[in-house]
């Protein structure tokens, strides 16, 4: 079953694929093993652009498994260090020591445990039980469930981060909505995707996979978070340009409060004038509206 509609903002795709790819990997995880081999079938990739937001997509269902984060790279020693150099610097930047943080889509809590060698209190979501009970075994607090379905037990957060997950997600507008009314006035957030205009330049057609419904450039990722109540505070290339790394403030109403002194403020200016002349009739010219 294939899409028509954005589903980001909800307008109508092209009619026509910009590109397609015929009998790919049905997905990155999972590949079967030697009795399901002669039924695997490949996956037809579509990929769309919105009308509306320019937003390019793939009008795929999502695989089975988009709601558990499985990853690999976090172990590796240079991503161990980017990541260590990356918290400590938004935890100083925007004063989050001592502060209640959640990672969605944890997986095992590979990053948890960089976030938790600084003084902050880390909690995580993850989906896939195998992942939640190895997290939970190293003594991570880990929350089995998925953010559109589970009610955060901890909430509320003063801040969170999701790593190369939102791209996973064919609803990202509930997901979003669903982690901004767990944080507190004022929270903050990491939030982080692959970076399609990087994929442009270097022309990188294999990255297009059935797991990522979603290939943002900067504006559509700018546009996605801000129409989801968050406030982008910089959003920067990260990671060998590969990724686009966000830095969101939860958006809180307008305070209004000073258009009302201000018309106290010209009131009483009035008024102080017109008690001159308490015994004559006095007279407003170019009064406007």
Known sequence: MSITECRVCGELLYPFPLIQYINMPKSAQFFPDKNEVEAEKGADLSVCQCDGCGLIQLNNEPVFYYREVIRSAAVSPEMTGFRTQQFESWLEEYDLKKKKIIEIGCGSGEYMTILDQ????????????????????????????????SALVEAPFDAFYMLNFLEHLPDPNKSLRAIRQSLNHG???????PNFDMIIRQKLFSEFISDHLFYFTKDSFVHTLERNGFQVLECRETWHDYSLSAVVKKREPTDLKVFEEQRMQVSGSINDYIEQFNTQSVAVWGAGH
Do not use: K, T
Not at 187 to 193: D, K, S
């Open 118 to 149: 600084f003084d902050v209190d880390v909690y995580g979501l993850e989906q896939r039980g195998e992942s939640v009970a190895a997290g939970q075994q190293a003594g991570l607090a880990i929350q089995q469930g998925f953010i559109e379905e």
């Open 187 to 193: 929270a903050v957030g990491l939030v982080e995707v």
